[in-house]
């Protein structure tokens, strides 16, 4: 496995803190099981050692009802009591369609929403009794995924037929909290139906906003939740922005999202932790798509998991971004906050900065990276300056959440300077690298 150059002593790991599952800004993926396309089972050992306390399930109508008019729920109880009793928390997504029904829209990924009579019928169906039968033991509701895939649904439709569920739901559980929209990332689609919400007086029926948007820059993809945030406040959206479904994959792919580019495990740990960290760097909730490899039948396997698995979905190892994954959890939980305006860094090349709170244990801690370009398998570091705003540290260490390393911070990189701080010669990498005080939290 690569490891970045760290010019440091190192004095400790990150696998000897510990990391109970805990209140999060992420949630983890663990998706395509309504397809068959992987095995809970397989994988569920894996889940609580990474300490994310929620977990997003894809529903599947086609698998509840694969004969017409009988439900059978029974596959999803296995994971879901599963899951609960491991002290998980579900994020249960409604969709897709069936093929049993004339009209009743695709079972796969783009596969349209169900448009006629009976299917639709059949539809409120599934959903009202799914939400009595997990009554509970779900409260968190997410709508169809990535409606927006097809060219011909418009911001109408897909505010429509969200709103049907979530009504659907709430009849049943009241108190329920439900995610909206869930959007791949078309063009203008985002705006337009935050457009269509306003219209209908409709700004606050939301807990949560979703949106996916893949870039080969994964700060690219963190700019965009800014202007997805912007958009909210501008038509008055009072849910709480939520990205929903990002990754990258850890080897070459023809098919799905950031594929025909050499991915590797390296680079894919250097992806997720900068798009990750980014994202709560902006106050944004966020999600690891996805805790294993799956078989996406009639494609090819998706690499993104934090698990290798085969074609037969049987998962073989951890890859490197399982313990990258781990450790950035490990550091970040949900009394970590962003704060703005505590320091910069002077790097020669474009940067990420973001600062922190501990609102638990009042101190600050400091995350930078290069977000020149896409993350490459490059080990090599270059020099930068840290400088820090009414921030001082006793025992300052430098952490590399890739590897769970812990750096001793040589004697005289500090110098001070009234209420600045600068840290003169830190290393510099298209990967992450945390600034803070010694000591577990």
Same mark, same amino acid.
């Given at each position: 496995m690569n490891d970045l150059k760290i010019p440091f002593p190192e004095k400790g790991n990150l696998a000897d803190w510990p990391n109970p599952i805990r209140p999060s800004w992420f949630t983890l993926g663990c998706e395509t099981l309504d397809r068959d396309f992987a095995h809970y089972d397989e994988y569920k050992e894996y889940i609580p050692a990474l300490g994310i306390p929620t977990?997003?399930?894809?529903?599947?109508?086609? $698998?509840?009802?694969?004969?017409?008019?009988?439900?059978?729920?029974?596959?999803?109880?296995h994971i879901i009591d599963d899951a609960i009793g491991r002290g998980l928390n579900i994020l249960l997504e409604t969709d897709y369609g069936n093929p049993v029904y004339s009209g009743g829209g695709g079972a796969d990924l783009s596969g349209g929403f169900p448009d006629s009579e009976e299917a639709l019928a059949a539809w409120d169906n599934w959903v009202t009794e799914m939400a $009595?039968?997990?009554?509970?033991?779900?409260?968190?509701?997410?709508?169809w995924n990535e409606p927006d895939n097809r060219l011909e649904v418009t911001a109408e439709n897909i505010v429509d037929f969200n709103l049907r569920t979530a009504d659907l739901i709430r009849k049943v559980i009241p108190d329920a909290r439900i995610a909206g929209l869930s959007l791949a990332g078309r063009a203008g689609m985002f705006e337009a139906c935050c457009q269509?919400?306003?219209?209908?007086?409709? %700004?606050?029926?939301?807990d949560w906003i979703i949106y996916h948007g893949y870039r080969f820059n994964p700060d690219e993809a963190c700019d965009l939740g800014k202007q997805y945030e912007a958009a909210l406040r501008k038509y008055g959206i009072k849910a709480i922005l939520r990205q929903g479904e990002n990754g990258s994959p850890?080897?070459? %792919? %023809?098919?799905?999202?950031?594929? *025909?580019?050499?991915?590797?495990?390296?680079?894919?740990? $250097?992806?997720?932790?900068?798009?990750?960290?980014?994202?709560?760097? *902006?106050?944004?909730? %966020?999600?690891v798509f996805t805790i294993c490899d799956f078989n996406h039948i009639g494609r090819e396997i998706n690499r993104k998991g934090l698990l290798y698995a085969d074609a037969e979905h049987h998962v073989l190892r951890k890859k490197q971004v399982y313990t990258a994954i781990r450790n950035m959890v490990t550091l970040i939980d949900r009394t970590i906050v962003p704060e703005r305006g505590l320091g910069n860094v002077i790097a020669p090349a474009d940067s990420s900065f973001y600062g922190f709170r501990d609102t638990k244990a009042d101190g600050t801690f400091f995350v930078w990276w290069n977000r020149s370009?896409?993350?490459?398998?490059?080990?090599?570091?270059?020099?930068c300056d840290v400088i820090l705003k009414g921030t001082a540290f006793k025992e300052p260490v430098l952490i590399d959440p890739i590897s769970g390393r812990i750096f001793e911070i040589p004697?005289?990189?500090?110098? *001070?300077?009234?209420?600045f701080h600068i840290f003169r010669g830190m290393p510099f990498a298209d990967s992450p690298l945390f600034l803070k005080e010694n000591g577990k939290k």
């Open positions: 977990i997003r399930l894809q529903a599947g109508w086609a $698998k509840c009802e694969k004969v017409r008019g009988v439900l059978d729920f029974s596959w999803l109880d $009595k039968h997990f009554r509970g033991r779900v409260r968190d509701w997410a709508m269509v919400l306003q219209q209908r007086g409709l %700004t606050d029926v939301f850890s080897e070459r %792919t %023809t098919r799905f999202a950031l594929r *025909n580019y050499p991915w590797s495990e390296f680079s894919q740990s $250097k992806w997720d932790l900068r798009r990750f960290i980014g994202d709560v760097g *902006n106050g944004f909730e %966020t999600a370009g896409i993350p490459d398998d490059s080990e090599e570091t270059l020099p004697a005289g990189r500090c110098e *001070n300077h009234g209420d």
